[in-house]
């Protein structure tokens, strides 16, 4: 707010008027400004949220492939003098893990590694309160007594993202 007047020569001062400036905001573009705010902020929540789970589950994948190949480099090698695999857990109560081994099955194997699963990550193959062994015959590096490709599945535990660790017959881990 400020006063305009126009003075003149005889220092006499005409028209003054007082100018009243509207340089602020008024509420109702404040409340609708946050809640704009408050929309984009929701929806990059939920962005962010799917992209970390997304990672999540994209990270496990590849660790379970890791490991894998390093137990089929293990039985081409021939560490140990015997065959290597992965056994994959996914017990009825408690965390789902992978252990790998050494030795002609996992019964009489002895467990070089045990890793668990990291929380909110879940097998779908191997299905709920079952196993599913993994392994490589020694020098050749394929599946052992099997002509069939192995699927390892993982998936968050809301189930909108599935990664599959497929191994195939001769031994190849895509």
């Known amino acids: ?15 003054c008027k007082l100018i009243i400036s509207n340089k ?20 990059g929540f939920g962005l962010y949220y799917g992209f970390q789970t997304n990672i999540k589950v994209d990270e496990v994948a590849g660790n379970i492939a890791t490991i894998l190949r390093h137990a089929r480099a293990n039985s081409i090698s ?11 857990v ?42 599913l062994d993994v392994i490589f015959s020694r020098r050749s590096g394929s599946l052992e007594n099997s002509t ?11 189930g909108d993202i599935m990664k599959n660790i497929i191994i195939e017959p001769n031994g190849l881990i895509k």
Not at 78 to 88: D, K, N, S
Not at 148 to 158: F, G, H, R
């Open 24 to 43: 602020g905001f008024t509420l109702l573009e404040i409340i609708l400004t946050m809640g704009i705010l408050a929309i984009l902020a929701t929806a």
């Open 90 to 131: 996914y017990p009825q109560t408690g965390d789902s893990y992978y252990d790998v081994f050494w030795g002609e099955n996992y019964a009489s194997a002895t467990t070089t590694e045990r890793s668990f699963l990291t929380t909110g990550v879940i097998f779908t193959n191997p299905a709920a309160s079952s196993t």
């Open 78 to 88: 021939g560490e140990q003098g015997a065959q290597w695999g992965v056994r994959f």
């Open 148 to 158: 069939t490709t192995l699927t390892v599945s993982i998936k968050n535990e809301a």
């Open 1 to 15: 707010m400020f006063v305009n007047c126009k003075i003149e020569n005889s220092m006499k001062i005409r028209n």
